[in-house]
């Protein structure tokens, strides 16, 4: 009986263990290499939609009052996507309320859209005292995002839209006053 046990162990030991050496295998492949055309990385992605025109959008804001971007046509809009739970977009948002009170009368419009939940949004907005439109979405958001060029989903992300409505910049990242002015200054009249 005992040497019956220890061949039905041994033998449930060797499947087991050629059974998770396959699963260890398979995990630890490298990336597929994308299709020719595809992007190869976020700036890739981004640089696509630099020159063209700006998407279209209808997000509601925090009162459920729905907005479109055609709303601030004529504009240089900074549209920048964020969220609550992200750092460098917390760290972000005093750079952009200060470029929306200093640059606002001269044809800046900063549009913020939250991929997160409108509570936490509001909570956020309230305590920060932001001072521009809050555009919330969750799953829509995120698809707008991508229209944009963000196809690797990164927060925050900004795109500079110019009086024509088309794409002027994009920035990847924590973006400072002192960038969004640099980008904004040759796009006025």
């Given at each position: 009986m005992k040497t019956g046990n220890l061949v039905t162990g041994a033998v449930v030991?060797?499947?087991?263990?050629?059974?998770?050496?396959?699963?260890?295998?398979?995990?630890?492949?490298?990336?597929?290499?994308?299709?020719?055309?595809?992007?190869?990385?976020?700036?890739?992605?981004?640089?696509?939609?630099?020159?063209?025109?700006a998407p279209e959008f209808t997000l509601a804001d925090l009162e459920g009052t729905p907005h479109r971007l055609s709303e601030w046509?004529?504009?240089?809009?900074?549209?920048n996507f964020w969220a609550t739970?992200?750092?460098?977009?917390?760290?972000?948002?005093?750079?952009?309320?200060?470029?929306?009170?200093?640059?606002?009368?001269?044809?800046?419009?900063?549009v913020g859209i939250a991929i997160d939940q409108p509570q936490l949004v509001e909570e956020y907005s309230d305590t920060m005292g932001i001072n521009y439109p809050i555009l919330v979405g969750e799953a829509e958001a995120v698809e707008i995002s991508r229209r944009y060029g963000n196809r690797f989903g990164q927060l925050p992300y900004t795109a500079i839209v110019?009086?024509?409505?088309?794409?002027?910049?994009?920035?990847?990242?924590?973006?400072?006053?002192?960038?969004?002015?640099?980008?904004?200054?040759p796009l006025l009249p």
């Open positions: 030991a060797v499947i087991l263990g050629v059974s998770g050496y396959a699963l260890w295998q398979g995990s630890f492949r490298p990336p597929a290499i994308p299709p020719a055309g595809e992007e190869r990385s976020p700036a890739a992605a981004a640089s696509k939609v630099l020159g063209q025109s046509q004529g504009k240089v809009v900074v549209v739970w992200c750092p460098p977009c917390r760290r972000e948002i005093p750079a952009l309320i200060q470029l929306q009170e200093e640059w606002g009368e001269r044809g800046v419009q900063v110019d009086p024509r409505g088309e794409i002027a910049a994009i920035k990847r990242g924590e973006i400072t006053l002192e960038q969004a002015q640099r980008i904004i200054e």
